[in-house]
């Protein structure tokens, strides 16, 4: 067995199944507001696409995707971030995925050189993916605290040199997991200098790029910000986007991932004897989704009128804020923030996530600590319900 398999750490929501094993909630309706999956409809030419092209369930789907679904994804990275025609290359630049989660896991794998005492520079809290890449991959993780004092954006000033000197592969999450944080153009473009100047790869996770809350400020991308600096080959830059969330087909489990020529060459000979390719029913109706943004803008509208109607809400009894994007809250807690989830499925039946679950012990403090993350994924109702239940269990504390 591989032993880096040992300091693998649960899953959020086993600790989470774990923490509500033996409680018998009161009798009222269920509502999960733990885990980010979107559960607004999906677009239902997605659906009748996918139906329409069942019949290529005959023929073995190409690792590097169908040309027409690699087109139409260069089209939208060039409309989405400004960038020219001939700089989105979709033969050279892009590769479809199954979603971000395997091929987040799966670039770790592919990139990292265990013979060099490797470091992967993640933000605290994070998506769990990263840290359990980066130990598969024999790599130390190193961890960038984020909290309410640096608006929950890494700060890589504190990042000894030792550490950029060790750095393989960075992280990057922007719109952030829990926070909605985002990074602003000047700050990955000086990241773009650290890894040219350390010898790093950044990986930029940006599968919630697509909910914001101001549809005139988009959040920027870091291909967006390697173009604007001069960096028109994308060099050491690999981004990674999902229809889940943008399209809510969380099921599908598509997405691509796009950047250095260069690196996307060598990933794709990985996936190749990886074995993770797309269905071609599932590239089809992808091609169509990354096409349309009408669904997008509608989608946008409804987490906008969940934040503020949920917000109107929790604000009078809570230390919560809108988060600039995606679809989570992040308050702060008056108790421990596991109590706090424990207590709140026992007494109302509400599940949420404890901050604790999602980052670790690190310089000192765990920032996720007093903490919780709330996904405004069901509907609006089932939302404003489980506000009510927060604000009363708050009040009474």
């Not at 398999?5 to 929501?13: G, H, V």
């Not at 990354?290 to 809400?313: C, G, M, P, T």
Request: charged share 20%.
């Amino acid at each position: 067995m591989n032993p880096d398999l040992a300091k693998l750490q649960p899953y959020p929501f086993e600790k989470l199944a774990r923490l509500h094993a033996g409680i018998t909630p009161p009798d009222k309706p269920a509502i999960n507001l733990a885990i980010g999956e979107p559960q607004h409809s999906p677009p239902g030419f997605i659906i009748e696409e996918i139906i329409s092209h069942l019949h290529g369930v005959s023929n073995y789907p190409k690792t590097k995707g169908i040309p027409q679904l690699r087109e139409s994804i260069a089209v939208w990275l060039r409309r989405r971030y400004t960038l020219p025609l001939e700089k989105v290359d979709p033969d050279a630049h892009v590769i479809p995925v199954n979603g971000t989660r395997e091929a987040l896991f799966a670039f770790a794998q592919c990139i990292i050189d265990r013979r060099k005492n490797p470091v992967v520079i993640l933000p605290n809290p994070f998506y769990q993916i990263y840290e359990g890449a980066a130990l598969l991959a024999g790599a130390e993780p190193w961890f960038i605290n984020t909290s309410a004092q640096t608006k929950w954006l890494p700060d890589f000033d504190s990042v000894p040199p030792s550490v950029w000197n060790r750095c393989q592969l960075l992280y990057l999450c922007s719109p952030g997991n829990p926070s909605g944080a985002v990074i602003d153009i000047e700050s990955m473009m000086k990241l773009i200098q650290l890894a040219e100047k350390h010898d790093f790869i950044i990986a930029a996770d940006e599968c919630y790029s697509e909910i914001y809350l101001d549809e005139a400020a988009p959040p920027s991308g870091l291909l967006e910000a390697a173009y604007r600096m001069g960096n028109s080959d994308f060099k050491r830059c690999i981004i990674f986007h999902s229809l889940s969330k943008r399209s809510n087909v969380p099921g599908m489990r598509t997405g691509f991932v796009a950047g250095d020529a260069q690196i996307i060459s060598k990933f794709l000979l990985y996936r190749t004897y990886h074995g993770c390719t797309m269905p071609t029913y599932t590239q089809a109706a992808s091609k169509m989704a990354w096409e349309d943004e009408l669904h997008v803008i509608n989608n946008r509208a409804l987490y906008r009128q969940k934040f503020s109607k949920v917000l109107d809400i929790l604000c009078p009894v809570m230390d919560v804020e809108y988060p600039a994007a995606s679809f989570y809250l992040w308050p702060e807690t008056p108790i421990d923030d596991t109590d706090f989830a424990k207590d709140l499925y026992a007494r109302h039946n509400v599940t949420i996530l404890p901050g604790t679950y999602l980052s670790r012990e690190a310089h000192g403090c765990n920032p996720g600590h007093m903490r919780v993350r709330i996904a405004l994924v069901p509907t609006l109702d089932s939302c404003l319900e489980a506000a009510e239940r927060i604000r009363d269990y708050v009040s009474k504390l």
